[in-house]
C-alpha cells in the first residue's frame, strides 16, 4: 500500500512540475534533485509543512530555490496539497482560538527575532533593517533601506520637536534615523529582547526611550506613529483592537504609517512551515481584513505597494547570510542554515511571482485639511509620479 502511495505522489508531482518547468532529477539549477524516495508522499500527506521539512533533512536539493518557488507559484502549483491534515489543523486553531493574544505575544520575539543579534547583524544593512527596502534609484542595500526610512518619515510629515512612536521597532532603526535627521523624539517598541537591548545601544545619546512592551500596553498621545513589519504578527482577531489602540494614541491632526507585507486574498492562518519554523503565529492581512479594522476610526490618505522591491531585499539578504555562514555555522549548525536558506529563497521567489505585498499605508484619524500629498520619490521632496 505504501509502495502505491508512494509511486501515485511521484507520478502526480513530477507531472505538476514538468508544467512549471521544473524537472526532477534535472540538470538546471532549479530543478529538484531527489535524495530520498519518500518525498513526493510526505509532501502529498503533509503540503508545504512536508516540503519545507523534507529540505530541512536534506531528502531533496535544489541550487536555485528562489526560481524554483517562482516557477511553482507563478503556476499555482500550491494548490495541488491545498487541504492536507496540517493545513486543517492551522486553519481549525486559527478560527477557534486567538493565536495573537497577550500571552502569546512575545512567542514570535523569543523564537525568531532572539535567533541572534550576530545572525541578524552580518544578514542586514548596516542599520540593521529587517523589513522591505525601497529600491527606486538606489544600487546597493544600504542606500534601499535608508531611503524607505526616509520616506516613511516624509509621509508622515515629520518636523523637529514632535513626537514619534513605532510599534514593532525591531533594533531601532527608524527612531534612530527619525533623531538624527528629523529632529524628534520617539518611543521605539517592541517584543524582542535581544532587540531592545540593541536598540538602546544604538540610540544612546538619542532622545529616544526603547520599552520591551506588547502593543496592548502602550500609553500616551503622539505626533506620528509608525508600524513597519510588525502587523504580520498581529492576527485578524486582533486588527480592529490595534487600529483602536493607535487612534488613542495618535493626536488629532497626526498622522499614522502602517508598513505591512500582506495577502492578495483574505486568509485566517499562516503557511504550516512558516508558522512552526519561522514566524509563530503570523498572518498576512488582506485589504478587505484591513478596511474593517480601519472603518471609522481612520481615513485612508495614501496606499502605496512596494512588494515589487521584496525579492531584490531577501537576494541580497540572503547573499549576505550565505557569505558570512562561516562566521555563523559553528553556533548554528546545518539544520539551521538549510532552514534559514529555504525560509529567504522561498519568500523571494513568492514575492517575485506577486503572491504577497507590501503596502505603506497612510492614515489620518479626520482627514488632512486640504489633502494629503502622496510622495514616492526617494531622493527628493516633490511628489513622483
Not at 502529498?44 to 518557488?69: N, P, Q, T
Not at 544600487?139 to 533601506?145: D, I, T, V, W, Y
Not at 485566517?268 to 498576512?284: A, E, T, V
Not at 502605496?304 to 559553528?330: C, P, S
Request: glycine share 6%; proline share 2%; aromatic share 12%.
Amino acid at each position: 500500500m505504501l509502495a502505491m502511495v508512494e509511486n501515485f505522489a511521484e507520478k502526480y508531482f513530477t507531472v505538476r512540475l514538468a508544467a512549471a518547468d521544473i524537472e526532477v532529477d534535472g540538470n538546471r539549477p532549479w530543478d529538484l534533485q531527489v535524495k530520498d524516495p519518500r518525498l513526493f508522499s510526505r509532501i502529498l500527506l503533509s503540503g508545504s509543512l512536508g516540503l519545507g521539512e523534507s529540505y530541512m533533512d536534506e531528502w531533496w536539493e535544489c541550487k536555485a530555490l528562489d526560481v524554483f518557488f517562482y516557477k511553482l507559484l507563478c503556476h499555482r502549483l500550491e494548490k495541488s496539497v491545498r487541504f492536507t491534515s496540517t493545513v486543517l489543523s492551522t486553519a481549525l486553531k486559527s478560527i477557534a482560538l486567538n493565536r495573537q493574544n497577550r500571552r502569546k505575544a512575545h512567542e514570535v520575539g523569543e523564537k525568531h527575532y532572539d535567533a541572534g543579534n550576530d545572525l541578524f547583524e552580518v544578514m542586514l544593512d548596516k542599520r540593521m533593517v529587517y523589513s522591505c527596502g525601497y529600491w527606486e534609484n538606489c544600487s546597493n542595500l544600504n542606500q534601499a533601506q535608508e531611503a524607505k526610512l526616509d520616506i516613511i518619515c516624509r509621509k508622515l510629515n515629520l518636523e523637529p520637536g514632535m513626537r514619534l512612536l513605532d510599534i514593532g521597532c525591531g533594533w531601532g532603526s527608524l527612531v534612530e534615523y527619525a533623531a538624527r535627521h528629523y529632529g524628534v523624539s520617539a518611543v521605539g517598541v517592541t517584543i524582542s529582547k535581544n532587540q531592545a537591548e540593541l536598540a538602546k545601544m544604538r540610540c544612546s545619546g538619542l532622545p529616544v526611550d526603547i520599552v520591551l512592551a506588547d502593543y496592548r500596553e502602550l500609553e500616551g498621545v503622539y505626533d506620528a506613529v509608525a508600524s513597519v513589519g510588525m502587523f504580520e504578527h498581529v492576527g485578524y482577531k486582533n486588527y480592529r483592537k490595534f487600529m483602536k489602540i493607535v487612534r488613542r494614541c495618535l493626536k488629532e491632526d497626526g498622522l499614522f504609517l502602517l508598513h505591512t507585507i500582506a495577502s492578495n486574498t483574505t486568509k485566517y492562518h499562516c503557511d504550516p512551515w512558516f508558522d512552526k519554523y519561522i514566524f509563530p503565529n503570523g498572518m498576512l492581512p488582506s485589504i478587505k481584513q484591513l478596511g474593517d479594522a480601519i472603518e471609522k476610526l481612520f481615513v485612508m490618505e495614501d496606499w502605496q505597494n512596494i512588494g515589487a522591491h521584496y525579492d531584490n531585499t531577501l537576494m541580497v539578504w540572503y547573499d549576505n547570510f550565505e557569505q558570512n555562514w562561516y562566521r555563523l555555522k559553528e553556533r548554528y549548525g546545518t539544520r539551521f542554515y538549510r532552514m534559514w536558506r529555504y525560509y529567504l529563497l522561498c519568500v523571494a521567489g513568492t514575492f517575485r511571482a506577486r503572491q504577497m505585498q507590501v503596502w505603506q499605508i497612510v492614515l489620518s484619524p479626520r482627514g488632512l485639511i486640504g489633502g494629503y500629498r502622496s510622495l514616492r520619490c526617494n531622493k527628493c521632496s516633490e511628489m513622483c509620479n
